[in-house]
C-alpha cells in the first residue's frame, strides 16, 4: 500500500468517523435518571433542537394514571398489508399493573423536567425466553401549551436481556430499532391536533377537568 493510498485510507475514515458523531449527535441525550429497576427504567432527556416544553409540570398520580388509561395502540399500517391492518382493533396501550407502577414515577419526572427535556421511560418484563430476551414497552412523553405528547417506540417488542458488542462473541445479538405505532385517545374529544407539531395530543386541561368533574 502506497503512501498516498494510506493518507486517503485515513481521511474517509475520519470523515466517515465525523458523519457518524454528527448524526449521533443529534439524537435526544438522557440528562438525568429518575428510576432504573428491572421492572422501570425513566430518565430525562434533553432534546437536541429547542423544544420549549411547559414544563416542569405538577400532575397527580391519579391524573396521570387517568390519562395513560386513556390510550390505545395498533401498529402503523404499511403495504402489502395496509388494508388488514387498518381493520385491526387497537389494543389498550397500558395494563391496570403498568399504569400503577409507571404514574408516580412519570409524575416525579414532570415535576423535574426542564422546557428542553422530555421524559422517556422503558417498561421490562421477562420475554418468551427470560434468559436471553425480554419484553419492552417503551416510549417517551412531553407537554406543551396543556398539550400532552406521547410517542410509543416499542410495544412489547421482545429485546435482548444482556448488552450487546459487536466484538463480543458471547453477545451477539443487537437490540431492534424503534417500531411505528398509531396512538388513539379516548374520550375522543380530548384528541387534538397540535398544529404547530402536525400531531395528535391530548387536551391536558380539557380532560382533567372533565375527569374531575362528579358524575351525574
Not at 110 to 134: H, I, K, M, Q, W
Not at 200 to 210: H, I, N, Q, T, W
Request: aromatic share 10%; with cysteine; charged share 20%.
Amino acid at each position: 500500500m502506497t503512501g498516498r493510498m494510506l493518507d486517503r485510507l485515513v481521511a474517509w475514515g475520519c470523515a466517515g468517523a465525523a458523519l457518524l458523531t454528527l448524526s449521533c449527535a443529534r439524537l435526544p441525550y438522557e440528562t438525568t435518571s429518575i428510576q432504573q429497576t428491572e421492572r422501570l427504567r425513566v430518565a430525562l432527556q434533553r432534546e437536541v433542537e429547542p423544544a420549549t416544553y411547559t414544563h416542569p409540570v405538577d400532575l397527580s398520580t391519579s391524573e396521570i394514571a387517568a390519562l395513560l388509561a386513556g390510550y390505545s395502540i395498533r401498529p402503523q399500517p404499511s403495504l402489502p398489508l395496509r388494508w388488514y391492518a387498518e381493520e385491526m382493533p387497537p389494543t389498550r396501550l397500558f395494563r391496570a399493573d403498568e399504569i400503577q407502577v409507571l404514574a408516580p414515577v412519570l409524575g416525579e419526572a414532570l415535576r423535574r423536567a426542564s422546557p428542553n427535556e422530555r421524559v422517556a421511560f422503558t417498561l421490562l418484563a421477562p420475554g418468551l425466553n427470560p434468559r436471553y430476551d425480554r419484553d419492552v414497552v417503551g416510549g417517551w412523553l412531553a407537554i406543551r401549551v396543556g398539550l400532552l405528547h406521547l410517542t410509543i417506540e416499542y410495544f412489547h417488542v421482545p429485546q435482548p436481556a444482556t448488552r450487546f458488542s459487536p466484538y463480543d462473541t458471547n453477545y451477539p445479538t443487537p437490540p431492534s430499532g424503534p417500531e411505528a405505532y398509531v396512538l388513539y385517545f379516548e374520550p375522543g374529544r380530548f384528541w387534538m391536533l397540535d398544529e404547530r407539531r402536525k400531531s395528535r395530543a391530548v387536551d391536558l386541561r380539557g380532560f382533567l377537568k372533565s375527569a374531575a368533574r362528579p358524575a351525574p
